[in-house]
């Protein structure tokens, strides 16, 4: 698990008491997970922020609930971007992040209509299969950047399948959360023409 300090901690358990209250009028995360908020989401979403440099900017596709976006801005302190198409859970990513003094700037839009300032990392969490990520995150993404996509048990397959379209170097690393799950990190990455 991935250790914070405790003033990161109480900010983590602020949000995550203001989602259970979200929560019960949008569907931020499906109730039978609140019982397992901590390990299945904000751990999930932590372990991230060891791979990132201080100061680094973060764009987060699809952020939802904040998964990682929202969290890792808490614990890195880093500014982040959050898109995400659903205007309830812009709501609730705007006054999370006033609550918890995050550097968030959340974008009303769908991502192929979203135009941010390019960003050192692109993040994003059971959003999309690979292919449809790369495609998202390559015109939001700076030059010499990375991507870092949560995934699950069928992340060696999303590689292969986006192989046939992109060129990239790319790396599956073991979630430490999640036995089936994986962090796919791609750098690099350019359509294959």
């Known amino acids: 698990m ?5 003033e990161t901690q109480e900010k983590l358990e602020r949000f995550a008491d203001l989602l ?26 932590l372990q991230l922020a060891d ?19 929202l969290i ?24 999370a ?5 995050a550097k968030v700037t959340v974008i009303p ?5 979203a135009t941010p300032p390019e960003a050192d990392i692109i993040t994003a969490r059971a959003l ?22 949560l995934k699950g048990i069928k992340a060696q397959d999303e590689l292969t399948e986006a192989s046939r379209d992109w060129h990239m170097t790319s790396t599956i690393l073991p979630s430490r959360t999640d036995p089936g799950g994986a962090i796919i990190k791609v750098s690099d990455f350019k359509r294959v023409v």
């Open 97 to 101: 992040a006033r609550i918890c003094g």
């Open 20 to 45: 259970v209250q979200w929560n019960a009028k949008i569907n931020l995360v499906s109730p039978k997970d609140l019982g397992q908020l901590w390990p299945r989401h904000i751990q999930d979403s």
């Open 51 to 69: 791979m990132i440099p201080a100061g680094a900017t973060i764009t987060d596709l699809g952020s939802g609930g904040g998964f990682p976006g």
């Open 109 to 113: 839009k769908r991502i192929e209509a």
């Open 72 to 95: 890792l801005a808490i614990a890195t302190d880093n500014p982040v971007t959050l898109i995400e198409s659903d205007q309830r859970k812009c709501a609730f990513l705007r006054e």
């Open 128 to 149: 999309a299969p690979l292919v449809k990520l790369l495609g998202w995150a390559r015109p939001l993404l700076k030059e010499n950047g990375f991507c870092l996509f």
């Open 2 to 6: 991935t250790t914070v300090s405790r």
